[in-house]
């Protein structure tokens, strides 16, 4: 009886997390936009403008749920349930702290790859079921984005795994510290098993690793259809790409999943290459940092404040670099990207071939 | 060829990267109100610019053009103002006087009833013409800008004083006196 009772309360737990970071964050892009571009952003709701984001989603719940008359009713529906719900799952396999997950599974990385590519057919019916010219260019060219971008994504992994040896997340997490099984050592010579720390994360394990992690964050914000890759949305061409004709509860659902992927994809690349739940304090001496800062909390909060960042970070590039083009959008991807994951894929089976054994 | 374009496209976009970073942390602080004839006025770029507008307002001239304002007790009803206006916002109805009303305040002598005098301001485009016309400066410009109301018509300026009673006893004078001089005419 306990046990479905967790099943139940870890979903609602994970939505209401989702939902919480949802408000949270886009109040934080609209302060970060604000303050780039020298202005203060919302300011009147609240104080310093803080419940802004609660008002706009009371007022996206009380909204009357339009389906316009050409649309292909079935798909135009369902479509922001299956691109919420493919975001939904990643959640599932990705660990908050040591054994705190969801789903233990030993193919986690490989399902989250699986369930998030769904998200790409959600906004195609999205955009093909809404009946409209803009909306399915946005789409089509969502699809072309994220059907390239998967690639340097599943490279950069694969670069990653073969390194780590494993495919289950909470195994590479606790690759990457203290609490390690196996020897790690730094940069291939030093041996950190017990020192732990930033020392300890997957990207000083190997070096190359920080060029796979830079390859793979870009192309995550390219799987996010986040600025600068946002020509799915493109609200200065394409009025707002595949969700032009949504409103109300479901636009709010394709909102809410833009901002989960967000997370999820941060959270991701901080489990498989910046530690995890690892703490970045390594032990020195007597000071013993890292077992100090280790534990169920603080695996929670090292997670959180390093996905955090990252998001931060994304916001930052959204509010400084203009929209790509759809032609550079691929050069970047077929003709940069993708070469470098290859040669960074062999840079992994060089290393682990060599150096780690 | 594309990997030198590529990592020129990540030198700007680190650069622009360290911009905007910069200016997110000089958001911490507003941007004072500097003098333009400063020699360092452009220099200064840090800081939020945002005047929060019904909590803070920016210093306006006493002698700025914003809003219409009638001295209805100097107008003599000429009607130019009307004319001159335009996109047609002000809507003005004379009554006529059998003798001479009273004076202005620089002596121009009044002939006319003001029985309705209007601007409305929802219309108005700030042109300043009507002020211009005016022959004895009774319309003017004020430094009154801010005028939100959630009713259109709040925005029609009514600068008539008359009351009905007195607009109807007023052209009841003229149709009489008029009467009287047809009949005058007559004998």
């Given at each position: 009886m306990s046990e479905i009772l967790i099943h139940i309360l870890v979903p609602v737990v994970i939505f209401g997390f989702i939902a919480l970071f949802t408000l949270f964050a886009v109040y934080a892009e609209r302060k970060i936009a604000g303050f780039v571009q020298d202005r203060l952003g919302p300011?009147?709701?609240?104080?310093?403008?803080?419940l802004q984001t609660f008002a706009d989603i009371l007022k996206l719940l009380q909204k009357e749920l339009i389906n316009p008359k050409a649309t292909d009713k079935a798909l135009f529906i369902i479509a922001p349930i299956i691109i919420f719900v493919a975001v939904f799952i990643g959640?599932?396999?990705?660990?908050?702290?040591?054994?705190?997950?969801?789903a233990n599974t030993n193919t986690g990385l490989f399902f989250i790859m699986a369930v998030v590519s769904i998200d790409a057919l959600g906004i195609l019916m999205a955009g093909w079921g809404s009946n409209n010219k803009y909306s399915l260019l946005g789409s089509i060219r969502a699809i072309a984005q994220m059907v390239s971008y998967e690639i340097p994504v599943g490279l950069s992994l694969i670069a990653a795994v073969m390194i780590t040896?494993?495919?289950?997340l909470n195994e590479i997490a606790y690759n990457?510290?203290?609490?390690?099984s196996e020897s790690i050592k730094f940069l291939g010579i030093w041996d950190v098993t017990d020192v732990g720390?930033?020392?300890?994360?997957n990207i000083f394990q190997a070096p190359h690793l920080i060029v796979v992690y830079i390859i793979f964050f870009v192309a995550t914000l390219a799987e996010c259809n986040r600025?600068?890759?946002d020509i799915p949305e493109a609200e200065s061409e394409?009025?707002?790409?595949?969700?032009?004709?949504y409103g109300g509860i479901r636009f709010a659902f394709i909102f809410l999943s833009e901002y989960a992927m967000m997370f999820l994809v941060a959270m991701l690349g901080v489990v498989i290459f910046?530690?995890?739940?690892?703490?970045p304090l390594p032990n020195i001496g007597g000071l013993k940092l890292a077992d100090w800062t280790t534990g169920l909390v603080w695996g929670i909060f090292w997670t959180f404040a390093k996905s955090l960042i990252i998001v931060g970070v994304q916001m930052w590039i959204r509010w400084t670099l203009p929209r790509f083009r759809a032609d550079q959008l691929m050069n970047l991807c077929w003709k940069v990207m993708i070469p470098i994951a290859f040669v960074c894929l062999a840079a992994s089976g060089l290393w682990r071939i060599l150096v780690m054994n | 060829m594309i990997l030198k374009t590529t990592i020129h496209g990540f030198a700007t976009a680190v650069k622009g990267l360290l911009l905007t970073v910069k200016h997110l942390f000089g958001a911490k602080k507003s941007r004072e109100s500097r003098d333009?004839?400063?020699?360092?006025?452009?220099?200064?770029?840090?800081?939020?610019?945002?005047?929060?507008f019904p909590h803070e307002k920016m210093p306006i001239p006493?002698?700025?053009?914003y809003q219409l304002d009638v001295e209805i007790d100097d107008c003599?009803?000429?009607d130019l103002c009307a004319k001159a206006c335009p996109v047609d916002c002000i809507t003005i109805e004379a009554i006529k006087s059998p003798e001479a009303i009273g004076k202005t305040s620089d002596g121009s002598v009044k002939?006319?009833?003001?029985?309705q005098f209007d601007i409305d301001m929802a219309k108005c485009?700030?042109?300043g013409l009507c002020t211009v016309v005016c022959p004895t400066e009774c319309i003017t410009m004020t430094n009154q800008y801010d005028r939100s109301t959630?009713?259109?018509?709040?925005?029609?300026?009514?600068?008539g004083e008359m009351t009905d009673e007195e607009i109807m006893k007023r052209k009841e004078e003229w149709t009489s006196f008029q009467a009287d001089k047809e009949a005058a005419k007559k004998k």
């Open positions: 300011m009147e709701t609240g104080k310093y403008g803080l959640y599932s396999v990705v660990p908050w702290a040591p054994d705190f997950i969801p040896q494993t495919l289950n990457q510290g203290i609490l390690s720390g930033i020392l300890a994360w600025a600068p890759f394409l009025i707002g790409g595949f969700h032009t004709e910046l530690g995890g739940w690892n703490t | 333009i004839r400063q020699a360092d006025y452009f220099e200064k770029q840090e800081g939020v610019t945002t005047v929060q006493e002698v700025a053009r003599i009803v000429c002939r006319l009833y003001a029985a485009m700030y042109c959630t009713k259109l018509t709040d925005l029609i300026y009514d600068f």
